[in-house]
């Protein structure tokens, strides 16, 4: 009498199978509330060409980077449920060593570098077609708007530890507060009295490095009103934490009434600063012999 060979695994549940089909449904659910539910609130947001480009580009890295976490969420569930040892049993047995899975690793391999080139593609492509990332482009930006001759200027001061702001088109006034005018360019002209410094204009996607006898520039145009941080992204010294104030978006005629009170305002002692320039030296040191 013969006895039949024992059919292992008929029995057994289809773990891979599983698994597959809840990471697919977590996925398909969670990617569109990344895009649709989420997306609107990541940061920088859309006052700007440069923060709408940058906004995009921060929802597309986060909805990617979903069904990579699901995997890694829904497999440690799966597996703190299912691979549990037998409390019952008393002893705990280690299950067989896996030497390699070749499908496994070809399928890693082959997602993986579509993900690396394809994103590369998608962000050259974007700083290519977008003439930039929203930083200072030097003194000579070869990559300017088509609006760019009038533009408003607007000259950063960095220094320890407060941003000034001074504006040439109305006799070099120089103020505390930025107010920008919406719906036109506006072209700063970046620079620092000491060390160097970074002004970050967080929702406007401008970023350019504040450097003593350097002038750098940056173009944006904000097309609503509201209001947006500013700070120093570079570390300054003591205070570098405190260097930050709020900046304001008004309308054409807000900022002409804005502009012209406080060029009256300060009128007494506009006279005494150095004439407008680029860049500015302390005395002492322009002194020195």
Same mark, same amino acid.
């Given at each position: 009498?013969?006895?039949?060979?024992?059919?292992?695994?008929?029995?057994?549940?289809?773990?891979?199978?599983?698994?597959?089909?809840?990471?697919?449904?977590?996925?398909?659910?969670?990617?569109?509330?990344?895009?649709?539910?989420?997306?609107?609130?990541?940061?920088?947001?859309? +006052?700007?060409?440069? #923060? *709408?480009? @940058?906004?995009?580009?921060?929802? /597309?890295?986060?909805? =990617?980077?979903?069904? $990579?976490?699901?995997?890694?969420?829904?497999?440690?569930?799966?597996?703190?449920?299912?691979?549990?040892?037998?409390?019952?049993?008393?002893?705990?047995?280690?299950?067989?060593? +896996?030497?390699?899975? #070749? *499908?496994? @690793?070809?399928?890693?391999?082959? /997602?993986?570098?579509? =993900?690396?080139?394809? $994103?590369?593609?998608?962000g050259t492509?974007?700083?290519?077609?977008?003439?930039?990332?929203?930083?200072?482009?030097?003194?000579?930006?070869?990559?300017?708007?088509?609006?760019?001759?009038?533009?408003?200027q607007v000259?950063?001061?960095?220094?320890?530890?407060?941003?000034?702001?001074?504006?040439?088109?109305?006799?070099?006034?120089?103020?505390?507060?930025?107010?920008?005018?919406?719906?036109?360019?506006?072209?700063?002209?970046?620079?620092?009295?000491?060390?160097?410094?970074?002004?970050?204009?967080?929702?406007?996607?401008?970023?350019?490095?504040?450097?003593?006898?350097?002038?750098?520039?940056?173009?944006?145009?904000?097309?609503?009103?509201?209001?947006?941080?500013?700070?120093?992204?570079?570390?300054?010294?003591?205070?570098?934490?405190?260097?930050?104030?709020?900046?304001?978006?008004?309308?054409?005629?807000?900022?002409?009434?804005?502009?012209?009170?406080?060029?009256?305002?300060?009128?007494?002692v506009t006279?005494?600063?150095?004439?407008?320039?680029?860049?500015?030296?302390?005395?002492?040191?322009?002194?020195?012999?």
């Open positions: 009498m013969s006895i039949a060979p024992e059919k292992v695994g008929r029995d057994e549940p289809h773990h891979g199978r599983n698994i597959a089909i809840i990471w697919a449904i977590a996925t398909a659910i969670m990617v569109p509330v990344i895009i649709w539910v989420v997306g609107p609130h990541i940061p920088p947001g859309s +006052l700007t060409d440069d #923060t *709408r480009a @940058q906004h995009a580009v921060d929802v /597309v890295l986060t909805a =990617l980077s979903i069904p $990579l976490l699901m995997l890694v969420w829904v497999y440690l569930g799966y597996a703190v449920i299912n691979f549990r040892a037998d409390p019952a049993s008393g002893t705990i047995v280690d299950g067989p060593p +896996l030497r390699s899975n #070749t *499908r496994i @690793q070809a399928t890693w391999l082959i /997602v993986s570098a579509v =993900l690396v080139v394809g $994103l590369a593609a998608y492509v974007d700083l290519l077609t977008e003439n930039g990332a929203g930083g200072g482009q030097g003194s000579n930006p070869l990559a300017k708007p088509s609006d760019a001759r009038s533009a408003l000259q950063v001061i960095g220094q320890q530890w407060l941003w000034t702001f001074r504006y040439p088109g109305y006799g070099g006034v120089e103020t505390a507060q930025l107010v920008l005018p919406v719906n036109r360019e506006i072209e700063f002209h970046v620079t620092s009295l000491d060390v160097v410094h970074s002004f970050w204009a967080i929702e406007l996607g401008v970023k350019a490095d504040a450097v003593p006898g350097a002038d750098n520039i940056a173009y944006v145009k904000i097309f609503r009103k509201g209001s947006f941080q500013v700070r120093c992204d570079e570390l300054c010294g003591l205070w570098h934490g405190h260097m930050n104030t709020t900046g304001h978006i008004v309308s054409g005629s807000a900022f002409n009434s804005w502009i012209h009170a406080t060029v009256t305002k300060y009128a007494a006279k005494y600063l150095p004439p407008y320039s680029l860049t500015y030296y302390p005395i002492p040191t322009r002194n020195a012999t």
